[in-house]
């Protein structure tokens, strides 16, 4: 009866043993992959008070680990990083260890988000969150200092002339090569539409084009409302008058939005395009591909006043302010 029961037995331990030579095999291979660090550089953000399990499954939605389960059990044996909130930098397919290494040193890289309608300063604002008060400051005097690099710059101001677009920014990396980046990459925006340094239209050279275009971004705020902002803004410029903008107002006063009141509206400032004809002196925020796409292209049309009838956001033109008016009772009819 003895070698009946031993025989079951044997089994069991035989295959314990396998299983746990398996299970011992695959967290190995979670926690140091063969191929580890060999995969492209991705970027993994931590916010504040995100867990441990939280991390992990950034970390794996990112591909730097293959197993957020294993990668808490290597936490549990080895422990677990002091992980502060901020960008990384990591590579797809790292090993454990290194993961822990890079996440306990500390953020190293800042993230740069350059959105249509976003000005310098606001873009100062978000470095200065991550990289200090004292980069920002010289991201700000690096974006005047070097608007000579810029073939579209007409004065000092980089203003609108930065590329939209995501920009990594390396733990040692100078506001100055930052600034560079974003020239560079609005020059290569400019030219897949059709944007050259000595583009003309509407008897607007380049410059004047991309403020025109920081203004329909502001004002438009939708694509389908753009193009015919762009008209309505060189209707208005040819009649010599004031274009009467209120994204220009706003600007003047370093605001985003909100209601221009008409204690606003007498602020004076270059960039008050009520008290002023023509344009701003500068663009008044970076624009995107669309917006310039408006201005290049604007369709033909006599409007010269426009306003949001809807909520999501639709502007109806119109010819005459009679015309305007009807429209702003139409918006008002509609809670707007």
């Given at each position: 009866?003895a070698s009946l029961v031993s025989k079951p037995l044997g089994r069991v331990v035989g295959v314990s043993v396998v299983l746990v030579v398996l299970v011992v095999g695959w967290f190995s291979l979670q926690v140091d992959p063969v191929f580890a660090g060999?995969?492209?550089?991705?970027?993994?953000?931590?916010?504040?008070?995100?867990?441990?399990?939280?991390?992990?499954?950034?970390?794996?939605?990112?591909?730097?680990?293959?197993?957020?389960?294993?990668?808490?059990?290597?936490?549990?044996?080895?422990?677990?990083?002091?992980?502060?909130?901020?960008?990384?930098?990591?590579?797809?397919?790292?090993?454990?260890?290194?993961?822990?290494?890079?996440?306990?040193?500390?953020?190293?890289?800042?993230?740069?988000?350059?959105?249509?309608?976003?000005?310098?300063?606001?873009?100062?604002?978000?470095?200065?969150?991550?990289?200090?008060?004292?980069?920002?400051?010289?991201?700000?005097?690096?974006?005047?200092?070097?608007?000579?690099?810029?073939?579209?710059?007409?004065?000092?101001?980089?203003?609108?002339?930065?590329?939209?677009?995501?920009?990594?920014?390396?733990?040692?990396?100078?506001?100055?090569?930052?600034?560079?980046?974003?020239?560079?990459?609005?020059?290569?925006?400019?030219?897949?539409?059709?944007?050259?340094?000595?583009?003309?239209?509407?008897?607007?050279?380049?410059?004047?084009?991309?403020?025109?275009?920081?203004?329909?971004?502001?004002?438009?705020?939708?694509?389908?409302?753009?193009?015919?902002?762009?008209?309505?803004?060189?209707?208005?410029?040819?009649?010599?008058?004031?274009?009467?903008?209120?994204?220009?107002?706003?600007?003047?006063?370093?605001?985003?939005?909100?209601?221009?009141?008409?204690?606003?509206?007498?602020?004076?400032?270059?960039?008050?395009?009520?008290?002023?004809?023509?344009?701003?002196?500068?663009?008044?925020?970076?624009?995107?591909?669309?917006?310039?796409?408006?201005?290049?292209?604007?369709?033909?049309?006599?409007?010269?006043?426009?306003?949001?009838?809807?909520?999501?956001?639709?502007?109806?033109?119109?010819?005459?302010?009679?015309?305007?008016?009807?429209?702003?009772?139409?918006?008002?009819?509609?809670?707007?």
């Amino acid at each position: 009866m003895a070698s009946l029961v031993s025989k079951p037995l044997g089994r069991v331990v035989g295959v314990s043993v396998v299983l746990v030579v398996l299970v011992v095999g695959w967290f190995s291979l979670q926690v140091d992959p063969v191929f580890a660090g060999k995969g492209p550089d991705v970027i993994v953000t931590v916010h504040a008070g995100d867990s441990l399990a939280a991390i992990a499954g950034e970390l794996h939605s990112k591909g730097v680990i293959a197993s957020p389960l294993a990668f808490r059990l290597d936490a549990l044996l080895f422990g677990a990083p002091l992980v502060q909130p901020g960008s990384y930098e990591l590579r797809e397919g790292s090993s454990f260890s290194a993961v822990r290494s890079i996440l306990g040193a500390g953020p190293n890289v800042a993230v740069v988000t350059a959105l249509p309608g976003l000005t310098l300063h606001e873009m100062a604002v978000n470095l200065a969150a991550q990289k200090g008060n004292t980069y920002a400051t010289a991201f700000l005097k690096d974006a005047t200092a070097l608007s000579a690099h810029s073939p579209f710059a007409q004065g000092s101001s980089l203003e609108g002339l930065v590329g939209v677009g995501t920009y990594i920014v390396k733990l040692h990396e100078s506001p100055k090569l930052l600034v560079h980046k974003m020239v560079n990459a609005f020059v290569n925006e400019a030219k897949s539409v059709g944007l050259t340094p000595r583009t003309r239209v509407e008897g607007l050279n380049a410059y004047q084009l991309v403020t025109a275009a920081s203004i329909v971004e502001k004002e438009g705020y939708y694509p389908k409302n753009m193009p015919k902002v762009a008209r309505v803004i060189f209707n208005r410029l040819a009649r010599g008058g004031p274009l009467q903008m209120d994204a220009t107002v706003l600007y003047a006063l370093g605001q985003d939005g909100g209601t221009v009141t008409p204690q606003m509206l007498q602020t004076p400032s270059p960039y008050n395009t009520y008290l002023n004809a023509g344009l701003t002196p500068t663009p008044i925020c970076t624009v995107s591909a669309t917006a310039l796409k408006a201005v290049l292209h604007a369709p033909a049309g006599s409007w010269l006043y426009f306003v949001v009838v809807d909520k999501s956001g639709t502007e109806a033109f119109s010819t005459t302010f009679a015309g305007q008016l009807a429209n702003e009772r139409l918006a008002a009819s509609r809670g707007l």
